[in-house]
C-alpha cells in the first residue's frame, strides 16, 4: 500500500501542507515516521479521510463561504486565468491548484457571473464517461 508525504497529501486533497500537518498534530489525520523521522500518511488512512472530509460538506480547514448545493460532484475552486469573448460563444480558463480547467459557455453567462481575469470561479464537471490513470 502507498504512503504519502504531508506535501503529497495536501495535494491530494486540496489543502495546505500546513492544514494536513495540523490534522496530523492533533490527531485527526494518522500519520507514522520512516527511517528518515519524516511523516508520513498510508494511503488507505488518507483515502478514508478524504471521504469523510467531504461528507463534512467542508475543506476541512474551517470558515469559509458553504458550498452550493448541486448534484456535480467535481468542483474545482481556482482563479479565472482567461476569458475570450465572441459574439455568441465564450471562452472561460480557470487554475484549480495544478489543474488548468477551460469551458466554453455563453458570452451572456459569462457576463452574469461577472467572469474576468482575477476573479475566484469553481468549475464544476459532470460527465457520462470518466477515464482514470494510476498516477
Do not use: C
Not at 502507498?2 to 500546513?18: E, H, I, T
Request: aromatic fraction near 2%; charge should be neutral; proline fraction near 4%.
Amino acid at each position: 500500500m502507498p504512503s504519502y508525504s504531508m506535501g503529497r497529501a495536501a495535494r491530494l486533497l486540496g489543502v495546505s501542507a500546513d492544514t494536513v500537518r495540523r490534522w496530523a498534530d492533533s490527531g485527526r489525520l494518522p500519520t507514522r515516521r520512516d527511517g528518515h523521522g519524516k511523516r508520513l500518511v498510508e494511503g488507505t488512512d488518507l483515502a478514508a479521510f478524504a471521504v469523510a472530509l467531504a461528507a463534512d460538506g467542508t475543506d476541512g480547514a474551517g470558515g469559509g463561504e458553504e458550498e452550493p448545493r448541486t448534484s456535480v460532484r467535481n468542483a474545482f475552486p481556482g482563479i479565472v486565468t482567461a476569458v475570450t469573448l465572441g459574439d455568441v460563444a465564450a471562452q472561460v480558463e480557470i487554475q484549480s491548484g495544478p489543474h488548468r480547467l477551460v469551458s466554453l459557455l455563453t458570452r451572456e453567462a459569462v457576463e452574469d457571473l461577472g467572469l474576468a481575469v482575477g476573479v475566484e470561479a469553481v468549475a464544476r464537471v459532470k460527465a457520462t464517461n470518466v477515464h482514470v490513470d494510476r498516477a
